[in-house]
């Protein structure tokens, strides 16, 4: 009896899912893997989602915003953690196998002008295959973080961080240099 009981509650979070996902129109090949709360997701552009991506948030809901125009890739393998905050006004791309940190906000833009002689920053995102963000960090407009990057814990990537490269602070810099094979993956 339990086991049909466990099998009817499966089946009635994995509707519950695709029809939370279908109404956001966020577009999937596989259901991801989602634990705990549901993201917030507000989608006017195009979001994608690829296969065997876990999204998993017991403490703080994630929050994914696309706005009209823009868009969101997240690639094969990707997984996202407690509090994860993305907002693409244009282009933020997740590579394959990357790993999110709690707390982790990734922006394509700043949102507002500093003074009359500073627009606002808009600039496309890029995060490689492999990638691991630790918690607290901060991706902002223009970023670009190469292949088996890991941004430190608290650290703010304000522009490019080469692949194979351990990179923290504020601003992020590269404290190290990782020695990787291309075929390995983070578990």
């Known amino acids: 009896m339990r086991r049909i ?6 089946r009635l979070r994995t509707f519950f899912i695709k029809l939370y996902l279908k109404r956001r129109n966020v577009k999937f090949v596989t259901l991801p893997s989602f634990s705990g709360y549901l993201p917030e997701i507000i989608n006017e552009g195009t979001f994608t989602i690829g296969t065997n991506c876990s999204f998993n948030s017991f403490r703080l809901k994630q929050h994914f915003t696309v706005e009209k125009n823009a868009v969101l890739e997240i690639k094969d393998g990707s997984r996202f953690n407690d509090g994860v905050n993305l907002c693409a006004t244009q282009f933020i791309k997740i590579g394959h196998h990357t790993r999110i940190g709690d707390m982790t906000y990734i922006y394509d833009t700043n949102f507002h002008q500093i003074s009359p002689e500073n627009p606002t920053k808009c600039e496309p995102v890029i995060i490689g295959n492999n990638v691991w963000i630790c918690s ?6 223009g970023a670009v973080i190469g292949d088996h990057a890991v941004i430190a814990a608290g650290s703010i990537v304000t522009g490019e961080i080469p692949a194979k490269s351990l990179a923290a602070g504020v601003p992020a810099k590269v404290v190290k240099t990782l020695n990787i094979h291309d075929d390995w993956l983070r578990k």
Do not use: D, G, V
């Open 136 to 141: 607290n960090s901060m991706i902002l407009p």
């Open 5 to 10: 009981i466990n099998s009817i509650q499966w």
